[in-house]
């Protein structure tokens, strides 16, 4: 299973009584007045990663001599494209198969919102996103790589476990 993960601190103080490790996750539907955790709200962003790795990571953190360090958590660096493309084919369904243009994405994203401006529903398109979709950013996690002799889940793997699960609940759910 797969979750969007904001970041991680091995040891905090601010976030409740104690020391304790902190999982933040990406997306907040709440948007509290004066929270403190205003990059967590879009639902874009964050990298996608097996839960299975971040529980495992964080175990072995805690369980270590390390302290006041920050890690990067990440199996690999996959485009939007990667992604879609290995979701799809793991759900059976075919892929998409035509890029979405720059003017296509501003339109769509205008459209989301006043959609969600008439009807209250969640946006599925932000602005945030569409220039996420358009950009390339690679991430580094050979420090946690190096410093826990830390091996990664394929996504690959994650995508395939996780879509199985999801296709045996909707078979459940449907009569």
């Not at 962003?45 to 006041?68: P, R, T």
Request: some cysteine.
């Amino acid at each position: 299973m797969k979750i969007r993960l904001s970041s991680f601190v091995p040891e905090s103080i601010v976030d409740g009584e104690g020391i304790r490790s902190v999982v933040f996750t990406q997306g907040c539907p709440h948007n509290c007045p004066g929270c403190h955790n205003q990059k967590t709200i879009p639902f874009e962003g964050g990298k996608l990663v097996d839960v299975d790795d971040v529980v495992k990571a964080m175990l072995l953190l805690m369980e270590s001599e390390i302290k006041n360090e920050r890690f990067i958590v990440i199996s690999e660096n996959l485009s939007f494209k990667e992604f879609l493309q290995q979701t799809a084919l793991a759900l059976n369904v075919k892929p998409p198969s035509k890029k979405a243009s720059n003017t296509m994405l501003a339109l769509g994203w205008r459209l989301d919102w006043l959609h969600r401006l008439f009807t209250g529903r969640r946006r599925r398109l932000s602005k945030q996103m569409t220039k996420s979709a358009r950009s390339i950013t690679a991430y580094d996690a050979s420090k946690l790589k190096n410093a826990l002799n830390f091996e990664f889940k394929p996504m690959q793997k994650s995508i395939k476990e996780t879509a199985k699960r999801y296709l045996e609940d909707l078979n459940k759910s449907t009569p």
